[in-house]
């Protein structure tokens, strides 16, 4: 079985074979690393216990594969461009044997402060060389990365060093992104007060230069710690189900969990779907503008990259910074070949205006790609118009945190584009439509619950320090499926188009975001007695949160209010959770059970008061002509 697919013909050669026989399918990919030592099983689960284990027996080190085993061939070729916030300011450009160097100088000044295999570190700093220098020297000595968004609150970050019982944190002293300085130091400062008892050391990298408070006993520089240390080191032989990284992600209900992924599965499936999906080929430059702080950037900023010998771009700052044509400026500056962003980006851009996408020399471009969330078609032929110039082909990749990788997506070039769809399933990949109750919708031109219905090699391994949890959020809501909280439907030719999520998550600029969390931080201002919030369609945004609440008293000034609570949410989750719209409602539509019924609010959020449902059965159906009304006076 051919790695790469070229052809039409390929994709269904590779999906029918990874069907028939999966265990051969994933061992002939399995083969293209370096292990130390070959597995002895290629996979044993149980989805009913949550239980997936690949490559089993076999040893390896990520980084191996990612670096060393390029060196030879790969060692003068850029593996990292990496591109300021300012444009003005010089970048930086690390090759194959650069970054390896560093790698192994950093992977020894943590040995050397005393982290050993298996201990979890926290990085949380903004988009700069040294976070992904950072989180391979993690790997190479087996530690386990935790990578927190630099836009999370203190609080927030306390919550994840906490959970995962970090020793060390990487941090810069400030973080420039756009026009804004953020305090990275303090707001690790802050978060180490509230009692995050496990840290040892703090290591501080000097990125701007300003000002920080320093605790001798705790924190250090990053270039005192990486003074003189080797640029050898010896790769630590690790399980091929030994937990690579930790990333937390939000769902329905309490606080976020800690997605674990685990080194073999994830390598191969990373590599296997960035190689395919994007038609990756050597000497090509690729793109990816999300942060290294979601799953995207892990996945394909970092490692299906560089395991790929990929020429990987890095940008530091934001879209529309000095004005929404930087994109397209880094694109002409690196003649960028492979360009992977968020419909959200693409719809600002869009809106800003035409003008900033022309005038840039775009002809190295040969693929597009969108993640995060569902691309409306207006955005999707914008793209394909004014960027790809009505040549390129756009992939539209459906995945999440916990599928590690890519699931379902055209193949560059070579499966049909639909826009709005994410459309076939990749190799290895067998989505399910169910309904409500768990029955396959078999078919096609439906709609229901997408599920998976067998293993691939970087599924979610389980929640940190939480398995049940696991269990119950993913495998046990439908029996012997891997549930994935999003609705989909499948059109005539069995394409998918993904709806959005099911629950109770809402998907704002792609960010993910659970409303429980909004909801426990809302309530905190002193006014609030109950919050409910619900996703609405947002032009730019996807989904804006809309809180419906009820007071105390009255809010005679609702903006003075709304500023409030938005820096409530600032402070407990990070400023990039805000309320879009606050309705003051004196109830919120409950079941005899007290259960706040999410569906109607959603309705009236969206506008749509046609199908509301049976509201009978509600302990207190009068509210919701209230509400009603109360949400026509806003607009
Ligand atoms: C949720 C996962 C995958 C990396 C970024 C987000 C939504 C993701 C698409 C897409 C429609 C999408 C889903 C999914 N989503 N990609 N191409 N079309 N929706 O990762 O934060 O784990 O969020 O994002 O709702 O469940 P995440």
New binding site residues.
Partial sequence: MSLRIKTLEDYHDAYKASVDNPEKFWEEQAETFTWMKRWDKVLEWDFHMADTFWFIGGKLNITVNCLDRHLETKGDQTALIWEPNEPGSEGKKLTYQELYNEVCRFANALKNIGVHKGDRICFYMPMVPELMIGILACARIGAIHSVVFAGFSANSLADRIKDATCKVIVCTDQNSRGPKISPIKLIVDEALAMGCDSVEKVIVLSHTGGGISWNNHRDLWWHDIMDKQSTTCEPVMMDSEDPLFILY??GSTGKPKG?VHTIGGYMVYVWYSFLNVFQYKDGDIYWCT?DIG???GH?YIVYGPLLSGATTVMFEGIPSYPDPSRFWQICEKYKVNIFYT??TAIRSLMAAGDKYAQGHNLSSLHVLG??????NAEAWHWYHEHIGKGKIPVV????????GG?L??PIAGITDMKPCY?SYPMPGIQPILVDIYGNEIEGNDVEGLLCIKFPWPSIIRTTYGDHGRCREIYFNVFPELYF???GARRDEEGRYR????VDD?I?VS???IGTAEVENAINEHPLVVESAVVGYPHDIKGQGLYAFVISRENVHDLNTFQKEINEKLTILIGPIVKTDIILIVSGLPKTRSGKIMRRILRKIAEGDLSNLGDISTLFNPEIVDEIIAKSKSLV
């Fill in positions: 992600t939000s997605v999300a979601w799953i995207t996945s968020a419909p969108t993640v995060g969330e569902p691309i539209d990749t459906w995945w999440q945190t916990e599928t890519i379902i997506s994410a994935t909280g999003d993904i709806i959005g999520r998550v998907n792609g960010h993910r």
